[in-house]
């Protein structure tokens, strides 16, 4: 498939999801796709190996909680090769994006891709989740790191700004994994549809009640 293919998948992915994404921001995404197929042949970055099904497990997956960031800061944990946020971060360039991994080559990874999309919105932190001290709360929390949801809840909270929601991407979502949520928690489950779709994608939205 050739780049003006992939470009309007992308794109009609991104109607479909009610996001508009100029052109360049499309080749942005595109040019973070070819960093990752570039670097997983050395890095090992992702299960995902063919390029054409990293648009839409990886790039347009990413995108589709987009519309759920409407404010402030964000903070993706276990970011991985950059998942979710190098993608959102193209999208939604007027917000400021911290990624969090543990990884010494994928938080490499991240820098390099950053330095060279020319994102000024984004910065990389190699730590554990636990051991993170940004001396400042985050209005948004996502992750697809987490199989865990209370694993993920528990890492997140003492980060979240008033007021702020946790995201979590989820596949197949068991009811079971709520159980040890505290109850003060208002927890939306969203699924996430979008052209392209790999199976059943949630996402899990939780938030305080307003004090």
């Known amino acids: ?34 960093l990752i197929v570039k670097w ?21 997956d990413s995108l589709s909680i987009a ?3 409407k404010r402030g800061s ?9 998942l979710p946020g190098i993608p959102l971060a193209i999208v939604l ?5 911290t990624l969090v991994d543990t990884s010494a080559k994928r938080t490499r990874f991240m820098v390099q891709a950053i330095a060279e999309l020319r994102l000024t919105n984004v910065r990389v932190v190699q730590t554990r989740i636990e051991r993170f001290s940004p001396g400042e ?9 987490f199989s865990a949801l209370h694993d993920f809840v528990a890492a997140s909270t003492p980060l979240l700004a008033e007021n702020g929601k946790l995201i979590a991407m989820k596949g197949q979502l068991q009811e079971s994994e709520f159980d040890p949520l505290e109850p003060t928690w208002n927890i939306v489950r969203l699924e996430l549809d ?5 199976g059943e994608r949630h996402a899990v939205i939780l938030s305080r009640p307003a004090s």
């Open 93 to 97: 360039p007027d917000r400021a994006f």
């Open 194 to 198: 979008y052209p392209g779709r790999n």
């Open 67 to 69: 519309p759920l960031i």
């Open 74 to 82: 964000v903070l993706d944990i276990g970011s991985g090769a950059g």
């Open 40 to 60: 997983n042949r050395v890095y090992n970055l992702t299960s995902v190996g063919s390029a054409d099904e990293m648009i839409e497990r990886h790039l347009v």
């Open 137 to 145: 709360d985050f209005t948004t929390i996502t992750s697809r790191a």
């Open 1 to 34: 498939m050739n780049a003006q293919d992939e470009a309007q998948r992308i794109a009609d992915a991104a109607d479909a999801l009610g996001i508009a994404l100029p052109d360049s921001a499309i080749h942005h995404l595109l040019a973070y796709r070819d």
